[in-house]
């Protein structure tokens, strides 16, 4: 991202720090940013895992600073907010979060929503609002898959095919299914299941 200036203070929120959300706080604290990482998770068991790791000198940059967080009553400005929550209610957990604080860009984890109608609701919101978002499925901005498009030849039908095992399979197909729409230049598609 060009936008981002190395001397400039950012205020990150991750909310939802679980596994998925740990791994954005791992990926965050990497960075040689100006971060003030505010962690906010409804589960007291995550601020635990994380201080413990603070505490083993997890990360070495002096210029983040980690601050766990109850409430938004002290903070209310944010310039990204990663949300890392399980999909469902993912619509009332946004409009809740908006209704106490400002934030201008979003990453929300996918599978971002259950319902088409959730959907369009947060995707009006954001528009409405000029939120950037964007869902958390980065496989396409990889240089390998970019590569990897350029060779496959769009006069032709492809053929895609994943092996492996124990990959998590409901967790992860969505990368796939967003590989193969990158790929293929084709956002409408019909899935069928079978043995």
């Given at each position: 991202m060009n936008f981002i200036s190395k001397s400039k203070k950012y205020n990150l929120l991750i909310y939802g720090?679980?596994?998925?959300g740990f791994r954005h706080l791992e990926a965050a604290?990497?960075?040689?940013?100006n971060l003030n990482i505010f962690i906010y998770d409804r589960n007291f068991?995550?601020?635990?895992?994380?201080?413990k790791l603070i505490n083993k000198n997890f990360f070495k940059n002096p210029n983040t600073k980690i601050k766990f967080?109850?409430?938004f009553n002290l903070y209310k400005k944010f310039n990204l907010l990663i949300l890392a929550t399980p999909a469902h209610n993912r619509c009332k957990i946004i409009n809740e979060i908006y209704s106490k604080i400002s934030f201008?860009?979003?990453?929300?984890?996918?599978i971002a929503f259950q319902s088409m109608g959730e959907f369009n609701k947060v995707s009006n919101l954001f528009k409405q609002k000029k939120i950037n978002c964007w869902i958390n499925c980065p496989r396409r901005l990889h240089p390998l898959y970019i590569e990897?498009?350029?060779?496959?030849?769009?006069?032709?039908?492809f053929k895609m095919s994943v092996n492996g095992s124990n990959w998590n399979?409901?967790?992860n197909l969505i990368h796939f299914i967003d590989l193969f729409c990158f790929f293929s230049n084709n956002n409408s598609l019909k899935i069928m299941f079978s043995k």
């Open positions: 720090c679980g596994s998925i604290i990497k960075t040689n940013l068991k995550s601020y635990k895992t994380i201080s967080i109850r409430n201008k860009n979003i990453v929300i984890e996918k990897v498009k350029k060779l496959i030849d769009k006069n032709h039908l399979f409901a967790s």
